[in-house]
């Protein structure tokens, strides 16, 4: 028998799905950013990946999702962030990450909602790209690094978070945590990414089983794994414990009503059918 292949973004905030889960007995993993895993599962060379939300809603004939996994976020998530030095009522022109399709449909979403429609342009880069663009659009590890470098320290309650600095030349700075504006406009969670297989290939139980047990592992042992992602970002532990327990992974009623809520935002269908396993 082949190994089964799971594709798995190296982002912190997907760390406690798979922190305990070993490659070897018919599993090994590939990483890559959402817009390779998106690609590599169609094509077929991965066999079970993490897919973005809104690449499974656009392509939902051909995939389907595991029921109860998700990495989504009810209010800010920190690691999907609109670094902006005007307003975003102001905002003209936008680079926007080449990792995701979902944050870039949500920031557009967003803005539409708001009657905004800036110009974007898809720009790999950080906050340097704010010297040619209002606003710059990152995601995952380099979102989360970027904010955490703008910390002068690390607040003691969630509700002392800063969404505003000092940025180059004393400008103003803002970071506008796209999960929150969800949340602010919609009171639902939002869900970035769902374990999907094709819609021929039903996963096989055990590696779900598998699967299962190491989300249980991560979120008991949170610690250790927020431990293990700070010291490979350089960020501060205490930071990145904060980080990863604002994260929903079993894909409950609400997180199922975001993402339909968010399909139809999008102008998109929305299944509803998982696996039974």
Do not use: C, K
């Not at 690449?55 to 670094?83: C, H, M």
């Not at 040619?132 to 003691?156: K, M, N, S, W």
């Not at 139809?264 to 509803?272: C, H, S």
Request: charged share 20%.
């Amino acid at each position: 028998m082949p190994d089964y292949v799971l594709g798995v973004p190296r982002y912190a905030n997907s760390a406690p799905l798979y922190h305990f889960l070993e490659e070897g007995n018919g599993i090994v993993f590939r990483y890559g950013v959402p817009t390779e895993l998106n690609r590599w599962l169609l094509e077929g060379s991965v066999d079970l990946s993490l897919v973005s939300s809104y690449f499974y809603l656009a392509n939902a004939e051909r995939l389907r999702p595991l029921p109860d996994f998700s990495i989504a976020d009810l209010g800010p998530v920190y690691s999907v962030n609109l670094f902006h030095t005007r307003p975003w009522q102001a905002l003209r022109r936008i680079a926007l990450t080449t990792e995701s399709a979902t944050s870039v449909r949500l920031l557009q979403y967003l803005l539409e909602s708001d009657s905004l429609s800036p110009e974007y342009t898809r720009e790999q880069g950080g906050l340097e790209l704010l010297e040619r663009y209002d606003g710059v659009l990152l995601i995952g590890d380099r979102a989360i690094t970027t904010y955490a470098g703008l910390l002068q320290h690390i607040p003691e309650s969630v509700h002392q978070v800063p969404r505003q600095f000092t940025g180059p030349q004393g400008s103003p700075l803002w970071v506008s945590d796209l999960s929150m504006r969800w949340y602010e406009r919609t009171r639902l969670p939002f869900v970035f990414a769902v374990w999907a297989t094709r819609r021929s290939e039903p996963p096989p139980p055990e590696v779900v089983r598998r699967l299962r047990a190491a989300r249980s592992l991560g979120l008991g042992n949170l610690a250790a794994v927020a431990g293990t992602e700070a010291q490979r970002l350089g960020v501060p532990e205490r930071l990145m414990q904060h980080y990863l327990w604002n994260f929903r992974y079993h894909l409950e009623a609400p997180d199922r009503l975001g993402l339909e809520t968010f399909a139809r935002a999008v102008g998109l269908a929305y299944p509803g059918d998982y696996w039974d396993v």
